[in-house]
């Protein structure tokens, strides 16, 4: 059998202790997949001495000092799960450059400057992989950047943020509001203290970047991806698309468009909407992450599973380290960045989605007229009008056909400024097909 | 950029149009990804001059002499689109043996004699890859040796023949039998004239063995795979799964096991099971496919797709054929065949499962202790006994807990003999967590 291959892992919190725990029980298993035995040359931690539970590995291999680690000769793949743009950038840029291999879970790194990243595996003949930094455990980068090279993806929508489904799930289960829902997942321990980066929307828009550039061979970081968060999905809104028969979802979209000249462009987004219950994603429940792919031979694709959580990341982690070990081993390395594509990422105003608007209007004759007037201004054309049990009032609940979403927001403010609309009580958008 | 990648096509039926269209349609995109275009040197057909539509390609390409195409110099990759074993496997072996990197759809010749395909290519050091010959566009044979080679992988169960899975739709839905079902189906095309292969569990079976050679480190061949269609799922049995809150499905089940001495083995079948609706394989409908993996860290995933038609399988086909090609160029092969572990493929009989059964009996006293004797004498649990709607007889339905098949099959043989049970209705495995 030929010579270890030797991993520097940078980090060890509750991913890095599993790639531990995994590396230790699947040792004999992965050394037959690789041809060569893995070990541990060294574990980089901010803290020496910190209990470390029962973690099966020398303590003599923690260090303080990763770059150190990753410049030892004996290195020869780093593992990055520790997270955040710095100092993990300059950590794999000098890996990458010194021709080390590269597996990381890192979203917000490869979303936000991913290119440098890329470039430095280019210059030093380096693998690059980051199978865990999207949907956790679900095998999904790879079927991207390699099973589909031979069709078209027109659209990506995912449910990518385990901690934001489960709080629409439990709305959409119990009626609960968003913070009574948000408090049980905290107590659950699906939402962190601060939920910021979850429920804004922050950590799906990281994975749309990286989902978008993988389906269209493009340069797409976070910054390009128009994101909108769940705080403000109200119990009536949850209700509201019960009654249209769907339910609400954080979905990240990118989808393929065509700008004013005919040339193909990406949209890439994040925000709630309304999903018939009749498609696959609005099944996926609890914490949950799927993905649903549309390609023009493929058709409709769907790949579902664990979003987080260290044991499934770990699988997706040591996935990727038996690839860039083998390599190592054939002496080669895989297909690098594709980029070519390099279409043009346009604005949320030209994204083309659907309304579902609900508004308490005045019960009076001419109501109706003046507010389909303001969608016909606005080139919005209507799908279905309902109108709503009567109280005092009256509820119009309307549904658009797509439409550019700057149209669909233009029609909403003005709807609010119309003297028969007391107010414009739920705005959401809807996906897939009725 | 690189000289061209040049392909022998074998077959041009609806898979091979699919191809070429595609080959046609993207062929600055497959060029950009790969490095180097793809070119068709040549196009083996049983008969020239049959009419093939229009087709984007040069007529000059067609030959009948698949063998003299294959031997050509100017052939970097052999796609195979044709099926069946022979001639194929004869083909298939030149090619590889000649360093030719060969992309198969061919599901049975990898079921009955895969070992002689990886044999061939390990000796002329070519990739063999035949992603599009289990559930069509769905990529899953690439997840499976790649992605999970971090895991351990303890179970698959899959929807893998689309025909079968539009009949029991359609009986769940309207309340057909399967006749009348397996009657629609041929006429809307999801059913061929002779759906023997399908319907007989066949097509599965073969599925099933590719799945459980690459989940399990483990050569696993057709004769190896347990077998049952579904000719024999009545809609009585259908309406007892709706009132257990299931439905039947063709389900293909590779899964983990241990023998009396403790070896771990595997156990491969295909039979028509109950599933509960809330498992994610119950929402599958019509033709689709949907594989359901679980490991040890990565817990529960599911691909989903459409797993026929010309379109999706080319999509299938060309994404190896980008994989081959890349590999070509790079002057590497792709990770060789891993069986490995070699795990003992056990019998049907020691496969454990549950049993939904359904007794017509005499309605007097003591019946229910002379059943639940049969059952404790194969120490075979009772789950639950549910008494049905009492005509002039009784109904009794039993659903047992896990057992091995061997003992629940011999209980329900006892169980036909004993004299106050006048017949038994239905007998069905029952799959997922209730």
């Keep these: 059998m030929t010579s270890p291959v030797r991993l520097a892992l940078l980090g060890c919190g509750t991913v890095g202790g599993d790639v531990v725990r995994l590396l230790h029980e699947q040792s004999a298993d992965l050394a037959a997949r ?52 710095e100092p993990a950038r300059g950590w794999l840029v000098e890996a990458l450059r010194a021709g080390k291999s590269v597996v990381t879970a890192n979203k917000a790194l490869l979303a936000e400057d991913g290119a440098t990243l890329h470039d430095a595996a280019a210059e030093g003949g380096a693998d690059l992989y980051y199978e865990a930094s999207v949907a956790g455990a679900i095998p999904l980068l790879r079927p991207l950047r390699e099973s589909l090279h031979g069709d ?20 959409d289960a119990t009626g609960a509001g968003f913070a009574e829902a948000l408090e049980e997942a905290t107590e659950l321990g699906y939402a962190e203290a601060d939920p910021t980066a979850d429920v804004e929307g922050f950590d799906a828009a990281a994975k749309a970047a990286i989902l978008a550039s993988l389906a269209f061979h493009t340069r797409v970081t976070a910054a390009d991806v128009h994101r909108e968060g769940i705080t403000e999905v109200t119990a009536a809104d949850v209700a509201s698309a019960k009654a249209m028969g769907c339910t609400i979802k954080l979905l990240c979209i990118a989808a393929r468009g065509v700008d004013a ?26 914490a949950f992450n799927a993905v649903f792919v549309e390609a023009d031979a493929a058709g409709q694709l769907m790949f579902y599973g664990r979003g987080a959580g260290g044991a499934p990341t770990a699988s997706a982690v040591l996935g990727d380290v038996v690839a860039v070990a083998r390599n190592r081993i054939a002496g080669v390395h895989a297909a690098s960045e594709s980029a070519y594509a ?5 604005p949320m105003g030209e994204a083309l989605t659907r309304y579902h608007i609900s508004l308490d209007v005045a019960d009076r004759p001419g109501v109706l007229a003046a507010v ?19 109280g005092g009032d009256a509820e119009l609940v309307i549904v658009t056909h797509v439409a550019p979403d700057a149209a669909l927001a233009a029609t909403v403010r003005e709807l609010r400024g119309l003297e028969t609309v007391r107010s414009v009580t739920s705005v959401l958008r809807v996906e897939g097909d009725a």
Tied chains: 1, 2.
Excluded: W, Y
Aim: charged share 20%.
């Design 342 to 346: 390099g279409l043009s990422v346009r």
């Design 34 to 85: 690789i041809g060569a035995p893995l070990e541990i040359a060294g574990i980089a931690v901010r803290r020496l001495g910190r209990d470390r539970g029962d973690l099966p590995v020398d303590p003599a291999l923690f260090t303080t000092d990763p770059l150190g680690l990753i410049k030892r000769d004996d290195v020869d793949v780093v593992v990055e799960v520790v997270g955040g743009i």
């Design 152 to 171: 078209r993806i027109t659209r990506v929508t995912g449910i990518v943020n385990g901690t934001t489904n489960f709080i629409l799930s439990a709305m």
């Design 372 to 390: 389909a007037g303001v969608f016909a201004r606005h080139e919005v054309s209507i799908a279905t009008v309902r109108q709503g049990p009567a």
């Design 261 to 286: 000249a005919g040339g193909e462009t990406v949209n890439v987004r994040v925000h709630p909407a309304m999903i018939p219950l009749t498609h696959p994603l609005a099944r996926v429940g609890d």
